[in-house]
């Protein structure tokens, strides 16, 4: 009856397509999922975008494929972010290693073999079953805090009892849902290039499912699963949002969540969810153990994949920021279900946020499903339905789970687990307020380059020096496309810093060094985007070595780990209606730090892991803050001076 209409595994990237009549859409009736994404084909005859009135994936067949640059476009790039990392004598050297890379035969044939895999018939993308695969299917930690990223909402003062504003969300989401499957939805477009829908093939209605030694994601039928899993005191229930043919209101779902709350704080659960919290190995183990430990367990197993999404209603009341981004970055880890692709997260007090699994989708499509949400729920524009509740509706379900000793014995043992995790880590989020987007503008700058700079001064003035960076840039106006890493450290980044903390030099030189700093930044993140960034590049040629060959000296080069030795994990994703967003460091000895940048203030989640590194999010917390402050106060006092300097008529 659930049954997954298709997977995505690393042995087979594409998602198959799947033949579904076609109906007429309805507000009220069941909706077909639409097709996934088709092959980019060379000989069909392109049409202009007009995405006025686009559908989601009318324009995937014209998307271009996922360039393989060119060797001697990518090695001296490569190169060029590698100088402000190393010794000019290690740089020596290593340039040496890159150049007789770039004229050996193994390098020329590496390269040939890569383009030979980007134009197979069939292929949409060279690197996105690599991708998914060392990236996340067959990556093994925990997806929480490892993996999963979240967004944290603005409170909703027309909804402070946490049923009802729940109930505005579910009633906002679902209607983005319908959306979805019927392909009305726009698709997103950067400025006139339209950028590949395919990661809403998973956005609702799919899980990811823990295999050894990859997992894969399943993907369930919409139109025959048109329930959500809801989440409280540890147990699951099943609530069907269609009755009778007719989409519950939000005044029927605040009352079946009512019950619901009523039920689980009225009993105690073994808390199951905890288990999708552990190493991918071991919750790959316990799955079997789970779903072989009764038949009725198999069946709720399917019921919570198969659901729409899953909404946690928590029992905590969080007040600080370092509170509520914790609780929905990690919660408890029982009140879950990690590997569900949307999870919507409302606590005691009102507070809400959402918890995304993201192996199969990226920030960019759920921040725009978020920000629908928030700007139908906080503007009050959310069709809520009819106010009545009808007296004929089903129940919600108890999804109840066999846990004999064996089972119980894996919960504990997975519970001890993620407390460890959890409690390595440590946070910080700056809430800038001095300024934001609007004012970086004004002073004549990118909002995104400027943030970056602070962060870069910031680690500057804690450590006394730049290391490796990472900047997720988008690569979704390629088929298939996900991200490329945006190198920010550079030669003139790193003189900007130095800049910045010499007391002798003027404002009018600190702010041409980071003007520099920030066009080169912006050089980078656009290539980037284009698909000529060099991380991807490299990795595909490293991976196009067959078993026995010799690893080129480049890959051998120590310049080559250190440079792509994240101690900077950074990423920015905004909205107006977010409090921030955040994901966990991607090395023990770094930082992740995430960033919104709102017309009016700057918020950074950034976290670390407390270990032998002696890493500090309050102090590089502190530095970034005081790195915002100079930098305004020095662009300023140059436009000050040069203004100063003009003949006064």
């Not at 603005?154 to 505005?168: F, Q, S």
């Not at 009808?390 to 108890?398: G, I, M, Q, T, V």
């Amino acid at each position: 009856m659930y049954k997954a209409i298709s997977t995505l595994k690393p042995s087979s990237v594409l998602r198959p397509l799947n033949t579904v009549p076609k109906i007429k859409p309805s507000s009220t009736l069941i909706f077909a999922r639409t097709q996934s994404t088709i092959m980019p084909s060379t000989t069909s005859q392109k049409k202009p975008f007009d995405h006025a009135s686009a559908k989601l994936f009318e324009f995937q067949s014209q998307l271009p494929r996922l360039p393989v640059p060119a060797l001697e476009e990518t090695l001296p790039k490569y190169l060029k972010t590698l100088e402000p990392l190393l010794s000019k004598e290690r740089f020596a050297e290593t340039k040496k290693t890159v150049e007789e890379f770039a004229r050996s035969a193994q390098g020329k044939e590496l390269q040939r073999r890569l383009e030979a895999r980007a134009s197979e018939p069939g292929r949409v993308n060279w690197l996105a079953e690599w991708w998914n695969d060392l990236s996340y299917m067959g990556y093994r930690d925990p997806v929480v805090p490892y993996v999963s990223y979240f967004y944290a909402y603005k409170d909703d003062k027309l909804r402070r009892k946490p049923t009802k504003r729940a109930a505005a969300i579910v009633r906002a989401a679902w209607e983005f849902r319908r959306q979805v499957a019927t392909g009305e939805l726009a698709p997103e477009m950067a400025r006139t290039t339209p950028l590949c829908s395919h990661s809403y093939n998973y956005m609702f209605n799919a899980t990811r499912i823990p295999t050894k030694p990859s997992d894969y994601e399943a993907t369930y039928d919409l139109a025959k699963n048109e329930r959500i899993t809801v989440a409280r005191n540890n147990q699951f229930f099943d609530l069907q949002l269609v009755h009778n043919g007719q989409l519950l209101s939000g005044a029927e779902i605040e009352s079946q969540l009512d019950k619901i709350v009523e039920i689980a704080d009225s009993n105690a659960a073994v808390p199951v969810g905890i288990l999708t919290s552990d190493n991918r190995d071991l919750w790959a183990d316990n799955y079997k153990l789970l779903s072989e430990a009764s038949p009725k367990n198999a069946e709720t197993l399917e019921k919570i994949q198969s659901s729409a999404f899953l909404l946690s209603l928590d029992d905590t009341r969080p007040v600080t920021r370092e509170e509520y981004h914790r609780t929905y970055w990690h919660g408890n880890g029982s009140n879950r279900w990690f590997d569900k692709s949307l999870q919507f997260i409302v606590c005691d007090n009102g507070k809400a946020g959402f918890l995304a699994e993201h192996s199969s989708m990226d920030g960019t499509p759920t921040c725009r499903l978020n920000d629908y949400v928030l700007d139908q729920t906080l503007s009050n524009k959310v069709d809520l339905g009819n106010s009545a509740v009808r007296s004929d509706l089903p129940a919600p379900e108890p999804l109840k789970f066999a846990t004999p000793p064996s089972v119980v014995r894996a919960i504990e043992q997975a519970g001890d687990r993620f407390k460890k995790v959890v409690d390595q880590h440590q946070l910080h989020v700056l809430q800038y307020e001095g300024f934001g987007k609007d004012e970086i503008k004004k002073l004549g700058f990118s909002p995104d380059g400027f943030v970056q700079m602070a962060i870069q001064l910031g680690y500057y003035k804690l450590y006394g020096k730049s290391r490796a960076t990472y900047e997720a840039a988008a690569t979704r106006k390629f088929a298939q496309g996900r991200t490329e890493t945006c190198r920010s450290v550079s030669n003139e980044s790193v003189d900007f810093c130095k800049s910045f903390e010499d007391p002798l030099l003027g404002a009018e030189k600190k702010v041409a060094a980071l003007q520099a700093a920030v066009k080169t930044h912006g050089s980078y993140a656009k290539a980037c985007s284009e698909g000529k960034g060099v991380d991807r590049h490299l990795l595909g040629l490293r991976l196009s070595l067959k078993p026995g060959e010799e690893k080129p000296a480049i890959f051998q080069d120590a310049a080559y780990a250190e440079s792509s030795h994240w101690c900077l994990s950074t990423s920015q994703l905004s909205s107006e209606h977010f409090e921030g967003w955040g994901f966990s460091e991607v090395v023990p000895d770094g930082y992740g730090v995430a960033y919104t940048i709102r017309k009016d203030a700057v918020i950074l989640h950034i976290a670390a892991m407390k270990n032998e590194f002696g890493l500090n999010s309050d102090h590089l917390a502190h530095f970034i803050k005081e790195a915002l402050g100079e930098m305004r106060l020095a662009v300023l006092a140059a436009k000050l001076k040069e203004a100063a300097a003009k003949p006064k008529l």
